[in-house]
């Protein structure tokens, strides 16, 4: 009779094999972030997730990568040195703590199986093949065109004001521009810049202005008036008008055009358009105020309401009947640029602004 025997004989088990893929860890996707920005970060998280079977995940931590990388780069460029710094610090914090958070405890469960962890040199050369393209877009979209405006030919006025000229403008033209800007006072050699550029789409004139003048209504409007005086000296209607700051970035931008009616003209500006000017000179004509002699009306949609003005003799301003006459046209013309409310302007031939009539 044969005998159990008390113990058994262990069975050897095959361990698992260790995963044949390598894992960055977090140490790793803030490297990639310091070489090369989040999306170089994020590019090491999407290449974990794939290698994990997360392809849908992977996806949208390198669009979020290139997303990040794209506002923290135009924030650094339009803030002081000091502040660009500090965003690139807690980019590289926080871009860490997150791969800690969403993929550490994939990277520790990797590694107790034998996984190995992906090298800091392959992480550093996944940081350096995105910062090559990405310095590349930043120069040819920031640095390339501040290079040029400041190193482009240009003409000076005194000693200190200036007129850069790009595109198809031409010396001749930058000339006349800033010789209309002495006549009217603009220049008074304390070192005002100024840019006309003429391309297939348009002409521009870029005006570099002190901080927060975008942000007023009434220097907006002064500057629409000035390029309407310039457009004669640089080719003509239409132009746009750039307001500017000194890293050339554009911080409002405006049309100004003319609309012929025979001898009569509708100039507008700001954010009024082609259509709504010709429509007005159609109505200022059906009206009877238009009648060939050369009469000029200027219509500004700006950020603060429409405006309708009318170049009228010294006084007329305080005769009641001409302000009523003149009331009762911007009425019968209000539908043709918006309806009211809008504000009635009696100008002087300077074009100075003498009466000012809200229409509601």
């Known amino acids: 009779m044969s005998t159990i025997p008390e113990t058994l004989p262990e069975i050897p088990v095959s361990p698992a094999a260790p995963p044949a893929y390598t894992l960055f860890d977090s140490r790793a ?47 650094g460029w339009n803030s002081p040195g000091g502040v660009t710094g500090g ?141 309407r005086e310039i457009a004669p000296s640089v080719g003509g209607f239409p132009i746009e008008v750039h307001l500017i700051d000194k890293k050339r970035a554009v911080k409002n931008q405006t049309s100004v055009g003319q609309v012929s009616a025979g001898n009569d003209h509708v100039y507008f500006m700001g954010t009024a358009t082609d259509v709504q000017a010709r429509a007005l000179a159609k109505a200022l004509a059906a009206d009877g105020f238009f009648d060939g002699t050369g009469i000029d009306v200027f219509f500004s949609r700006q950020s603060d309401g429409t405006a309708l003005s009318f170049v009228v003799k010294d006084g007329a301003w305080d005769d009641a009947g001409m302000v009523a006459s003149f009331e009762k046209i911007a009425r019968d013309v209000a539908p043709t640029v918006g309806g009211v409310p809008l504000h009635l302007h009696f100008d002087n031939t300077n074009l100075d602004v003498k009466k000012d009539m809200a229409l509601n």
């Not at 794939?50 to 931590?61: E, I, K, N, S």
């Not at 469960?109 to 992480?123: F, Q, T």
């Not at 005002?192 to 570099?208: E, H, M, P």
């Not at 220097?219 to 390029?227: I, K, L, P």
Request: proline share 3%; aromatic share 10%; net charge positive.
């Open 29 to 75: 996707v803030a490297l990639a972030t310091f070489l090369g920005t989040p999306v170089a970060g994020a590019c090491l998280m999407a290449v974990n997730d794939r290698r994990l079977g997360r392809a849908g995940r992977a996806a949208v931590f390198l669009v979020a990568g290139i997303a990040v990388t794209a506002v923290a780069i135009l924030i």
């Open 87 to 227: 965003i690139s610090l807690i980019l590289l914090i926080g871009m860490q703590r997150f791969a800690a958070r969403v993929q550490g405890e994939a990277v520790k469960v990797h590694v107790a199986r034998g996984g190995r962890l992906g090298s800091n040199w392959a992480a550093a050369g996944v940081g350096l093949a995105w910062l090559i393209p990405l310095f590349g877009v930043v120069y040819t979209t920031l640095y390339l065109p501040e290079y040029k405006f400041e190193h482009g030919p240009k003409v000076v006025f005194g000693s200190r004001d200036e007129v850069y000229y790009m595109g198809a403008a031409t010396q001749t033209e930058a000339q006349s521009l800033g010789n209309v800007l002495k006549s009217n006072g603009y220049f008074l050699d304390k070192g005002v810049t100024v840019l006309l550029d003429k391309t297939a789409g348009g002409t521009v004139l870029s005006f570099v202005v002190k901080e927060g003048i975008w942000d007023k209504p009434d220097m907006v409007a002064s500057f629409d008036e000035m390029g």
